[in-house]
């Protein structure tokens, strides 16, 4: 018996959320497949994110993780961070979070070494003392009536604290709505996970490895029987085929594998690219069929659950990525990736330093990669294999590459509208518009039933995703 998930096949809905669009070949130096290469400056527009660059006043208009809720407990010592290329202090005030300026306004001294005291945190130089908004209360080193501290105003990002994480807004004038992404919602604390991983490299070419499916056949794949030897040409060798489209807040890639073997089933991958860091792919929480071999996944009237890559820049050498691993449907029980690799302060053991310990051995007839069976240190490793910041222009883009090109555009997009005075994509300012579907997809079908991802119409059922309205 095969379970499949299937989404409305309202074409009304599908118009309402998402416009189809061709891929337009730019002139320039062409591959094989004739894709356009990104050009320098498009690939310096993409990954610098410093104050004042393009990108990094793309960025500044989001809400971006900043730090962990665990990073700050209460009654913490205030921590130092990087954030877009500039240095910061996250503290409380009682339980309310605030980001300011890591030096102090007077002479420079770095305020995390500060004391947190009567309303604020103080510098332990001069004892200026600062609140979450940036106000400078005192500057008890002044004389006695001054009102020279009323003339301060210290660099200041209103902060919000949400499922396991601090946000900050580091952009003008008023913040945009907070999005109400399903996973950011209360949850129960079984239902959710959320943790950071360091990266040696740029923000986006680690973005861009989560709507490159592709690899999944190549350097995620295990080899769980392990009775014949791994095969060289991958999982699914000449048995792929990609579609992509933009929705209103990025791009949807679908990869389908098996089409065209000898396979009985034929699996389904659909993953999200969200303005204008995020990637989110389906998780394997639960596996729904009653024969787990099926490996059919979802069947619940509720969308069960993602996995959620945040790639937050801490310059532009190198990064957090923030996992939010999320279930709608009950405990994550089944494969989360957690704890499969061992870290110190977010921070693999197994890293470049040591070419992430990698196996040779286990490469015959265990995993492909040589590199375990955890997938996040996997793509941590190819993501900053490719350097600090990937040269695009020396690549040489294939036809199973099109969301990844697609993605590349939508930022280039998004930057240019900023450049031009109007607003970028997926920011929300109506609170009634804070709806926010998103809805990635792992399934295995039998190879012969049809499907429209587009319409999400998989063999004539029906499946509607939290957050998005029902058709009329």
Not at 114 to 130: A, Q, S
């Amino acid at each position: 018996r095969v379970t499949t998930a299937i989404f409305p096949p309202s074409k009304a809905l599908h118009q309402f959320l998402y416009q189809k669009e061709q891929i337009i070949v730019d002139s320039g130096a062409r591959n094989p497949q004739g894709v356009t290469m990104l050009k320098t400056e498009d690939n310096k527009l993409i990954t610098e994110t410093g104050p004042g660059t393009p990108c990094g006043e793309l960025m500044r208009r989001y809400w971006q993780p900043a730090a962990l809720s665990e990073d700050l407990p209460l009654g913490g010592a205030p921590v130092p961070i990087r954030l877009l290329g500039e240095d910061l202090v996250l503290f409380r005030d009682q339980a309310k979070p605030g980001l300011i300026g890591l030096h102090c306004s007077h002479r420079g001294a770095d305020l995390s070494y500060g004391r947190l005291e009567d309303g604020g945190l103080r510098c332990i130089y001069h004892g200026w003392l600062y609140d979450i908004n940036g106000r400078c209360l005192e500057q008890p080193g002044e004389p006695a009536g001054s009102t020279f501290h009323e003339k301060i105003r210290h660099t200041a990002y209103p902060c919000v604290e949400r499922a396991g994480a601090i946000f900050a807004y580091l952009g003008p004038g008023e913040p945009p709505e907070f999005p109400d992404y399903e996973f950011l919602r209360p949850w129960p604390t079984e239902s959710r996970v959320v943790t950071k991983w360091y990266h040696e490299c740029n923000y986006h070419q680690a973005n861009e490895g989560n709507i490159d499916t592709s690899h999944l056949s190549f350097l995620h794949y295990l080899n769980r029987t392990q009775d014949t030897p791994i095969n060289h040409q991958g999982e699914w060798p000449w048995l792929e085929t990609m579609e992509v489209e933009r929705t209103p807040y990025g791009v949807r890639g679908a990869r389908t594998s098996g089409v065209g073997g000898s396979a009985s089933n034929k699996m389904i991958n659909v993953t999200e690219f969200v303005l204008p860091n995020l990637g989110i792919f389906s998780n394997d929480v639960e596996v729904t069929s009653e024969d787990a071999s099926e490996r059919v996944h979802p069947k619940y009237p509720v969308h069960p659950g993602y996995n959620v890559n945040w790639h937050v820049p801490i310059d532009d050498t190198h990064h957090w990525k923030y996992r939010f691993i999320f279930s709608s449907i009950g405990p994550l029980n089944r494969r989360t990736g957690l704890g499969q690799t061992e870290m110190v302060n977010y921070h693999p053991i197994r890293n470049l330093s040591n070419r992430f310990q990698q196996d040779r051995e286990e490469m015959q007839n265990r995993t492909y990669a040589g590199l375990g069976t955890d997938f996040y240190l996997h793509d941590k490793w190819v993501t900053e294999s490719q350097g600090p910041i990937q040269d695009r222009t020396a690549e040489h883009a294939g036809a199973l590459d099109t969301p990844v090109l697609m993605c590349r555009e939508v930022l280039l997009e998004a930057i240019r509208d900023l450049q031009q005075g109007r607003e970028p994509a997926n920011i929300v300012r109506d609170p009634a518009r804070n709806q926010l579907p998103i809805i990635p997809l792992r399934a295995w079908l039998p190879v012969d039933m049809e499907w429209n991802w587009r319409d999400y119409s998989f063999g004539g059922a029906v499946y509607q995703p939290t957050g998005v309205p029902a058709p009329r």
